[in-house]
């Protein structure tokens, strides 16, 4: 079997037991491979919790939904960046407040931020763009200065580091990718949001499946049954056990 693996592949034998594993498994198995992933990733990035989603752009969504945006709410972001964070905003009917980029860092400009910020700002979104980690500390101070929130997009920035903390963990809530392409990948798409907050972990678990009462606290309750109870709506974000037990072996 080893021989039928390239070289050049990020993945391996454990990976194609786990993958085995994970097909032979059914719906009473003990074994979470999305539970994992999401403790390993949790641990290997020193934050409270992470939830696992099914791509970069999912877990976008899901964060801005946490943050309650809804039309007319304006979210800053740079204007240099991928098109999903304005997708993302645009999902939920906000409007993206294109922002100037730092032309030394190519990543945005804390003094544009501050110009464009208006009584509708409910969020920023900041990039790590290209593994350089967003200078977050004056844009968090920003940000609370004016009650705002801030997600990090760290989809191109995995254990980045700065100022000693991993990229993605000082903001609300940080975003991660796995796609293909990506520094750690679950063979097609993923994603991961991250975050220290217990509320906003636990909305965001709801959310990414379709609004089902799972929280955070029967998640790490052994095995305490929950109700299928819908609180409100929610969307198909989930990460499924294939693709989650890929990324569990590159932490």
Same mark, same amino acid.
């Given at each position: 079997? *080893? *021989?039928? $693996?390239?070289?050049?592949?990020?993945? %391996?034998?454990?990976?194609? +037991?786990?993958?085995? #594993?994970a097909l /032979?498994?059914?719906? *009473?198995? &003990?074994?979470?491979?999305v539970n994992e992933l999401e403790d390993q990733f949790a641990n290997?990035?020193?934050? !409270?919790?992470? $939830?696992?989603?099914?791509?970069?752009?999912? =877990?976008? +969504?899901?964060?801005?939904?946490?943050?309650?945006?809804?039309? =007319?709410c304006e979210v800053i972001q740079p204007a240099l960046t991928v098109v999903m964070d304005a997708y993302a905003t645009i999902?939920?009917?906000?409007?993206?407040?294109? &922002? *100037? $980029?730092?032309?030394?860092t190519w990543n945005i400009d804390i003094h544009e931020i501050e110009k464009k910020i208006t009584d509708k700002t409910k969020a920023i979104i900041v990039v790590s763009l290209y593994g350089l980690p967003v200078d977050i500390n004056p844009i968090m101070d920003l940000a609370k200065k004016h %009650?705002?929130?801030v997600i990090d997009d760290s989809a191109q920035s995995v254990l980045s580091y700065y100022n000693g903390k991993i990229a993605g963990t000082l903001a609300d809530m940080g975003v991660f990718s796995f796609?293909?392409? !990506? +520094?750690?990948?679950? =063979?097609?798409?993923? %994603? /991961?949001?991250? &975050?220290?907050?217990? !509320?906003?972990? #636990?909305? $965001?678990?709801?959310s990414r499946n379709h609004g089902i009462s799972r929280t955070l606290k029967e998640r790490f309750?052994? %095995?305490?049954p929950w109700d299928y109870e819908i609180f409100e709506m929610g969307y198909n974000f989930r990460l499924d056990e294939i693709r989650s037990c890929l990324g569990v072996n590159q932490l």
């Amino acid at each position: 079997v *080893d *021989d039928l $693996i390239p070289s050049d592949s990020k993945f %391996g034998l454990p990976e194609l +037991h786990y993958a085995m #594993q994970a097909l /032979m498994e059914n719906e *009473d198995s &003990t074994i979470s491979w999305v539970n994992e992933l999401e403790d390993q990733f949790a641990n290997r990035m020193g934050v !409270k919790y992470a $939830i696992a989603c099914n791509s970069g752009t999912s =877990g976008l +969504h899901a964060a801005l939904y946490a943050a309650n945006i809804f039309e =007319g709410c304006e979210v800053i972001q740079p204007a240099l960046t991928v098109v999903m964070d304005a997708y993302a905003t645009i999902y939920l009917g906000g409007v993206p407040v294109f &922002t *100037d $980029i730092n032309s030394e860092t190519w990543n945005i400009d804390i003094h544009e931020i501050e110009k464009k910020i208006t009584d509708k700002t409910k969020a920023i979104i900041v990039v790590s763009l290209y593994g350089l980690p967003v200078d977050i500390n004056p844009i968090m101070d920003l940000a609370k200065k004016h %009650g705002i929130i801030v997600i990090d997009d760290s989809a191109q920035s995995v254990l980045s580091y700065y100022n000693g903390k991993i990229a993605g963990t000082l903001a609300d809530m940080g975003v991660f990718s796995f796609e293909n392409s !990506k +520094h750690m990948t679950a =063979g097609s798409e993923g %994603g /991961m949001i991250i &975050t220290n907050s217990f !509320k906003t972990a #636990q909305y $965001i678990m709801k959310s990414r499946n379709h609004g089902i009462s799972r929280t955070l606290k029967e998640r790490f309750s052994n %095995g305490l049954p929950w109700d299928y109870e819908i609180f409100e709506m929610g969307y198909n974000f989930r990460l499924d056990e294939i693709r989650s037990c890929l990324g569990v072996n590159q932490l």
